[in-house]
């Protein structure tokens, strides 16, 4: 029974996340909320874990909330149904591509789609921002704040560092994140 709401849940997810993987967010909250299969603090673990490691974040979360809540079983149905809307949606665009190329409705429909996703990743992105900032008992994470103006910093307006990979400074981040023990924090 859990391997059937694990795939109806990304599903719904894979369904209505439109606008990638940052999309996914509010869904992930929502089942976090519904489930308690994890916690929030769970989520903003996983959101760093999922942006850390390769692949799209979307998956990467359905992938590890899967193994966490049914083992290796539960990884490959909850990715299996965040991915199966998209299969479906692109093999029914794909049949019907060139009948409705030059459609304005089709046009009109994925410009209304931006909008909608913008907001989708907006809202997810400024509760990542509030989880990752502020700590359980309510108090400011200042340590991170200053972390991430650094990075800002130096990711665009240092020339030295300004075009290192992303992956450096992920790194760097974890490291810092260790050395200061800012899981205690």
Sequence with gaps: MIYLRLFWEFFKAGLF?????????PFLYDISDKTGWFTRAQLADMI???ESTPGPIGVNMATYVGFITGGVPGALTATIGL???SIIIILIVAAFLQAFRDSRYVTGAFYGLRPASTALITAAGLV??????????????WQGLLLAAVLLVFTRWVKATKNWHPI???GISALVGVVFRFAGA
């Design 128 to 141: 990542v921002v509030r989880e990752t900032f502020v700590l359980t008992d309510g108090v400011f994470f």
């Design 168 to 170: 450096v400074f992920i």
């Design 83 to 85: 991915i199966t809307p």
């Design 48 to 50: 760093a874990v999922s």
């Design 17 to 25: 996340a439109v606008g990638g993987g940052m999309a996914t967010l």
